[in-house]
């Protein structure tokens, strides 16, 4: 299928539940260069890549692009990638804002990964570490915590994707709530191809798609 087909196809069914398009991140991944280039032409202009070679790759061949870093980063491999990235989606550990404090020339958009269904396979803080995480981090200058990402389990079940979606709005609005002066955490970086309409219902703002868009 072509990329315009898939997101004409993603838009109709995102218009079927809200009025309030999210930003779609064209995750890139597992595709060819040609093939995002295909994805920037049907007018996508966010992209995300989940590992350091791959980002590179990709945002030299796009350079009008915003990207976001959707992987999880190594502390030590932080001073490659951190000021050639628009936005950061998996901040989930202390050791790592302070090598992104020590490396960041400019503040960083990052996003708190939460592993909101406790899943042992997955990267994130526990939906209960959050809050302290994002105040530990108030004097930390080149973090500006934009929101919270997490990956929902891999099942069919949408009501209970919804209940994980919805627990992670709820911490969002925790946050916002604190009033942090860097940690507006006004976004949601939650649903990819097979969970971004539950995902939108509980308000959603980017939503992560692959195999859907370009696969
Ligand atoms: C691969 C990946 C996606 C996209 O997954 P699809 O199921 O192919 O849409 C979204 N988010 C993250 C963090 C990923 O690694």
Known sequence: MQVQDNLNQIYTEIDSVTHDRPTIIAVTKYVTIDRAQEAFDAGLTHFGEN??????????????AVFHFIGSLQTRKVKEVINEIDYLHSLDRQSLADEIQKRAEQPVKCFVQVNIAAEESKHGLAKEEVIDFVQGLASYDKIEIVGL??????????????????????????????????????????????????????GSTFIRIGTKLVG
């Open 149 to 202: 990402m997490t990956m929902a389990p891999h099942i069919d079940d949408q009501q209970q994707l919804r209940g994980y979606f919805s627990e992670l709005r709820m911490l969002q609005q925790q946050i916002a709530g604190l009033q942090q002066h860097n940690a507006p955490c006004t976004e949601l970086s939650m649903g990819m191809s097979n969970d971004y309409l539950s995902a939108i219902q509980e």
């Open 51 to 64: 590992r350091i070679e791959g980002f590179l790759e990709k945002k030299a061949a796009l350079s009008q």
